[in-house]
Nanobody, 118 residues
């Protein structure tokens, strides 16, 4: 089992920055991809950014050039640096871990609220 705990959410003014952290624990041997998703009220959960065990990254178009995903393997932690935040970035942000090639290895954190005030 893998446990994911997010931190770093909060309230920020438009144009500001926040850094989210996701600390993983448990057996990570089968995990090859981690990432961040978000869900705004009344909307479906959407991908924000992913990072592979080879540190390859991918971003939603809406956050490219503003958000940066990174990882610290020694700490089993991933980060999401969010700059130039907009009110439309307001959502609950979820940490996600999976094995992209094998079923049965997918885990979610409990989520952290990010609110961007205009």
């Amino acid at each position: 089992q893998v446990q994911l705990v997010e931190s770093g959410g909060g309230l920020v003014q438009a144009g500001g920055s926040l850094r989210l952290s996701c600390a993983a624990s448990g057996n990570m041997l089968k995990i090859n991809t981690m990432g961040w998703y978000r869900q705004a009220p009344g909307r479906q959960r959407e991908l924000v950014a992913t990072i592979t065990d080879g540190s390859g990254t991918d971003y939603a178009d809406s956050v490219k050039d503003r958000f940066t995903i990174s990882r610290d393997n020694a700490k089993k932690t991933i980060y999401l640096q969010m700059n130039s935040l907009k009110p439309e970035d307001t959502a609950v942000y979820y940490c996600h871990a999976e094995n992209r090639w094998r079923r049965g290895y997918e885990y979610w954190g409990q989520g952290t609220q990010v609110t961007v005030a205009s």
